[in-house]
């Protein structure tokens, strides 16, 4: 219940966050594509250049939701007292003020970019883009439902109780649940080396789909007689086993791309951060202010 009630809360996050950001371009859809030079003239210039109440306003949001995202770094330490709430609903609202922050900081640039603080936005376009691979990365790497990873053990006590779980609960014999992993698995093309792996991994989850639509053929011939809810239990008990038997299989690459992904993730938001502070303090000097 808890699990629905966030997911919720997420889906109205994105909701929210994405339909101010599309109100925004749509509201300045003929400033935003005029020409720089012309702009200056322009009615709507005065609210909507970077430093005019509403372009201004983007990025104070913008660049409010890009320090916040940080306190997912201090949750994952356990600084200032973030101790509470699970770390993978903490990257869950990380991830969306990473997407909506660059959102709204595009927005307060009204694409003028130039200069010193233009390293900053790509930079954080860099990290933003990455994160979308880091968060793929992220999830091959098994965890618990709070979003620790897994030891190798903790994995392996793992799949044997979906194992035993499917032999004591629905009388699948041994025989059988070998044979459902090697359909869930698929034909086991095994990259080696970080590349081969991501690569396997991609191919992997991209024939998902069918996969599962024979495995559930195969378990819908099986047992023919058993209700709908028990196949599709039987199912995700088989396919939550493969993946985990897949995952801990190259669990060490997977493990060691994670790391130096972090090794490049990190210096480009710094960088970022850097620039970002930067920026303001040259701003606030030149005596640009908000509404306040
Ligand atoms: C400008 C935007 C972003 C910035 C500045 C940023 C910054 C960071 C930083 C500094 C970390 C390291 C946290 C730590 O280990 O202490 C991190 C981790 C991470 N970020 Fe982002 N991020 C951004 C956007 C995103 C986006 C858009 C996604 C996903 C779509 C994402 C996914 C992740 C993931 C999966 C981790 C690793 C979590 C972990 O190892 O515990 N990030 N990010």
Redesign the pocket.
């Known amino acids: 219940m808890k699990v629905r009630l966030f997911g919720a809360f997420m889906v109205v996050l994105y909701l929210a966050g994405l339909s101010a950001l599309a109100y925004g371009a749509w509201y300045g859809m003929d400033y935003y594509r005029m020409p720089t030079v012309e702009r200056p003239h322009a009615n709507q210039h005065e609210v909507l250049k970077p430093g005019g109440l509403i372009g201004h306003g983007f990025g104070m949001v913008g660049s409010s939701m ?1 320090l916040l ?2 306190l ?2 201090a949750r ?2 356990g600084k200032f007292g973030l101790r509470f709430g699970r ?1 993978n609903r903490w ?1 869950d609202v ?2 969306w ?3 909506m ?2 959102l709204f900081i595009t927005l307060h640039t009204a694409g003028k970019f130039g200069g010193i603080v233009s390293i900053s936005y790509w930079s ?2 860099a ?6 691979i ?2 793929y ?2 999830m091959q790497i098994p965890r618990d439902d709070s ?1 620790h990873a897994l030891s190798l053990a903790e994995i392996e006590n793992t799949i044997d109780g979906l194992s035993n779980l499917l032999e004591r609960d629905y009388d699948v014999t041994p025989e059988v649940v070998q044979s459902l992993s090697r359909r869930a698995l698929g034909s086991g093309f095994e990259g080696t080396g970080a590349f081969g792996v991501i690569l396997a991994m991609l191919l992997f989850d991209l024939s998902r789909p069918f996969r599962n639509w024979r495995l559930r053929r195969y378990v819908r011939r099986l047992y023919p007689n058993i209700p709908s809810k028990a196949t599709a239990e039987i199912l995700q008990a088989a396919k939550s086993r493969a993946a985990l038997t897949r995952r801990r299989a190259v669990l060490k690459v997977i493990n060691s791309v ?1 790391h130096y ?2 090794v490049i ?2 210096p ?3 960088v ?2 850097v620039i970002m502070f930067v920026h303001i303090a040259v701003v606030t000097l030149m005596g640009y202010k908000w509404i306040f």
């Open positions: 890009i995202l940080f997912y770094s994952k330490r770390m990257l990380h991830i003020f990473g997407i922050g660059p954080m376009m990290v933003m883009l990455s994160g979308f880091g968060r990365i992220y979003g994670f992904w972090h993730h990190k480009f938001a710094i970022m951060i």
